[in-house]
């Protein structure tokens, strides 16, 4: 018997349910030539914003117990030179390309979204809303009249599937996801990471230059399966579920917790073809299971 692993997230049909997240697999570039990129459900790209941003001063990265911090502040080459110079290799590969988008303001969100509209190789916008690393007191997402805000604002101009990225640091995760969907947001990726920090007891300083940076890998799977698992029992559009996937078996969890599908990030770095091998696995399990469909198992939690 065949299995069937495509899903749909918005108008975007993937051929399985397994994409790589934001910032952790840059432009494709570095493993053009270790993985078959065809074989990827979707790529998200690395956030771009409308101008150039340096990012924050090293160090930037941390490795931690279970997992890492980082604090790059989305360093990118700005909209024109993603399109003039990262784009072509992307449009190349021939699955869903992602362009995840950050802004100051409501208008840059805007003006990113109009030039993405116009721009042939883009299937999809991520909003993310969930930087912990850009020095400001709260991030749009921790807000549920700022989010809804924004995605309402971008929604209005584009027709292109709308991804909304949420961060774990809030209160209540379902009130936010609430907020997104009502304005009309065609999925919602969660978790992205957890602000977080590490100290050097030696010179009694934090490791990160930007002092706090975000938690991601292994240690945070337990958490952000929860958060999938309540808003998957809240909001009825289709989830990306992330954080701390390293294996079939996680990447399975996150699917049953409710997510249509799973974006691997802190996971690339160990083992840059983990990603190939989730999908291999999710096919060897459905076959085990006898499981004809994968979205049998979406949200097939038993409790």
């Known amino acids: ?49 409308l101008k150039p941003k340096k990012g924050n001063p090293p160090p930037r990265t941390v490795e931690t117990a279970a997992g890492m911090l980082n604090a790059i502040g989305l360093e990118n080459p700005g909209i024109n030179v993603f399109i003039k110079e990262k784009l072509p290799l992307l449009r190349k590969i021939g699955i869903p390309i992602i362009v995840s988008i950050s802004a100051d303001n409501d208008l840059e969100f805007i003006e990113l979204t109009r030039i993405l509209n116009k721009t042939s190789g883009v299937s999809a916008i991520e909003l993310n809303l969930s930087c912990p690393n850009l020095g400001t007191s709260r991030m749009v ?40 969907t009502a304005a009309d947001t065609d999925a919602i990726s969660l978790v992205n990471t957890f602000l977080a920090m590490s100290v050097d007891k030696d010179t009694r300083c934090p490791r990160l230059a930007n002092i706090t940076g975000g938690l991601s890998g292994p240690a945070i799977k337990p958490i952000a399966l929860r958060m999938v ?48 091998e989730i999908i291999d696995g999710i096919k060897k399990h459905l076959k085990q299971k006898n499981v004809k469909d994968i979205k049998t198992l979406i949200g097939s939690i038993k409790c």
């Open 141 to 180: 997402s921790q807000l549920d009249k700022a989010t809804y805000r924004v995605v309402k604002a971008v929604r209005a101009a584009t027709k292109l599937t709308l991804i909304t990225k949420l961060t774990p640091n809030v209160t209540d995760i379902g009130l936010i996801a609430r907020a997104a």
């Open 1 to 49: 018997m065949k299995q069937n692993l495509s899903v749909k997230i918005g108008k975007l049909r993937l051929k399985n349910p397994v994409m790589v997240a934001s910032g952790t697999f840059g432009y494709v570039e570095e493993f053009a030539s270790l993985i078959d990129l065809k074989k990827l459900g979707a790529i998200v790209t690395k956030t771009i914003t």
């Open 229 to 276: 698992w309540e808003v998957a029992r809240t909001v009825y559009v289709p989830i990306i579920g992330m954080g701390g996937i390293m294996n079939t078996e996680d990447a399975l969890e996150f699917i049953i917790a409710g997510a249509t599908a799973v974006s691997v990030g802190t996971g690339n770095f160990v083992n840059p073809k983990l990603t190939i």
